[in-house]
């Protein structure tokens, strides 16, 4: 597995909810077409398990957390970037997502989740906003987000 191997299975799933709304309904799908223990996501998690390994993903740290952005936002992958971090029993800087955001959790530990999901997909609409964190453990977590967008605010009092 390399960045050009990991675009192309991307790219597979971006094209599948490339123009869909990102609301609930898309969480739904996701989980129910590429949850937990489906192929694609077995094939995803392992990507980003050699991407981290190899040093390609997660290869950057700041306050506990591995991060990195693998693929910006690109006709490639229907202009969706792709962010991979690596947390455990952490709470990341408050953003929000202009654009909305989807994530794919990939517990690294049993029972880790993020923001209370466990293994599987979530999807934020445009305009929220969160603290992302990882409990019980630790998970690494790809990020999608339309046209990259990303905004990093002071958490909310």
Known sequence: ????????????????IDGLPLDAALASRLNERHGAGSELYQQIFDACKVGVRDGWLCNREADGIRYGRVLKATEATH??????????????????????????????????????????????????AHRPTVAKGRALVLYLLPQGAIQFTAAAA
Do not use: Q
């Open 1 to 16: 597995m390399d960045v050009d191997r990991f675009r192309e299975l991307i790219r597979k799933l971006t094209e599948e």
């Open 79 to 128: 202009h969706f970037s792709v962010d991979v971090v690596e947390m455990e029993d952490i709470a990341g800087p408050h953003h929000a997502h202009p654009n909305g955001e989807i994530d794919l959790i990939m517990p690294l530990s049993e029972g880790a989740s993020f923001d209370g999901h466990p293994a599987g997909w979530c999807v934020y609409g445009p305009g929220s």
